[in-house]
């Protein structure tokens, strides 16, 4: 599967409180200025009417992943004239080919207000693969890497909402955490990718060597609904590997980039290996 990375940034006309939670008020923005500027495009990136592939239709449960994800860059709550605020826009495989069809999207947000605040739309950027400088994310990109030590860290940038039975887990073991990385990609695959990929079948012995994460709680408000309480975990989780674990290197590099669990287009799941 193919995935293209944008930072795309917006400079405020005046000051201003952003809201706790802003991928929320971005993702809600940015499909409301989508769904003003192009219907059709609208409903293409925001799932309407699709066909779910019978290889998934028992994971997703009639909820298919978004065909983007975002990443809200670090930014204080309070906003003044003239500061900048970022977030990385990921797409997921053909859906790259509207990209441009966005500038005008991004241009009505701002003119829109975000978080009734007026921006300026100031810029869309490519950032590069960092493996090879190319465009483009691939899988394969990865294949050729390894971790140079035999301890590393997980650390979640983002709240990262991994769920069991409808509750937060609180079981933190590889084999557990792994599983939740190694199936959206399979899902982003079966819909967005050539359905290539198949899910790790042994995942290999990696044991816990210390658990720093905490609780993060946010409100979320969707359009037309009651408020939501999200909970998530934040911090990192390091481990220790205990046997050769290169078979699943490339699906743990490039899960950082499609990131993992709940409300990943709403800018949580994004993790890093350390």
Do not use: C
């Amino acid at each position: 599967m193919q995935l293209n990375r944008y930072k795309i940034e917006f400079t405020a006309k005046e000051n201003g409180e952003l809201a706790g939670f802003l991928g929320n008020v971005i993702r809600g923005s940015l499909g409301q200025a989508l769904f003003d500027i192009d219907k059709n495009i609208y409903d293409i990136f925001y799932n309407k009417n699709f066909k779910i592939p019978k290889t998934i239709d028992k994971i997703v449960k009639q909820n298919p992943p978004s065909p983007f994800a975002i990443n809200v860059m670090p930014t204080k709550r309070e906003i003044n004239k003239g500061e900048k605020i970022q977030f990385i826009l990921t797409v997921f495989g053909k859906y790259n080919q509207h990209i441009q069809q966005f500038i005008p999207v991004f241009e009505k947000m701002a003119t829109d207000k975000i978080n009734n605040i007026s921006f300026e739309f100031t810029g869309m950027q490519k950032i590069p693969n960092p493996v090879n400088a190319n465009t483009s994310y691939r899988l394969t990109d990865f294949e050729n890497l390894s971790l140079d030590h035999e301890t590393f860290t997980l650390h979640f940038e983002r709240p990262v909402m991994l769920e069991s039975n409808k509750k937060l887990i609180t079981d933190f073991s590889f084999k557990k955490i792994f599983p939740y990385i190694d199936q959206r990609l399979f899902v982003l695959d079966q819909i967005y990718g050539n359905a290539t990929y198949k899910p790790v079948d042994k995942i290999p012995e990696i044991l816990i060597n210390k658990i720093q994460l905490k609780k993060f709680i946010t409100l979320r408000t969707p359009a037309n609904a009651k408020p939501q309480t999200k909970m998530a975990w934040t911090g990192q989780i390091q481990y220790h590997t205990k046997q050769e674990i290169q078979q699943i290197i490339p699906t743990l590099l490039f899960g950082q980039y499609i990131q993992i669990g709940s409300g990943t287009s709403f800018g949580f799941g994004k993790y890093t290996i350390k």
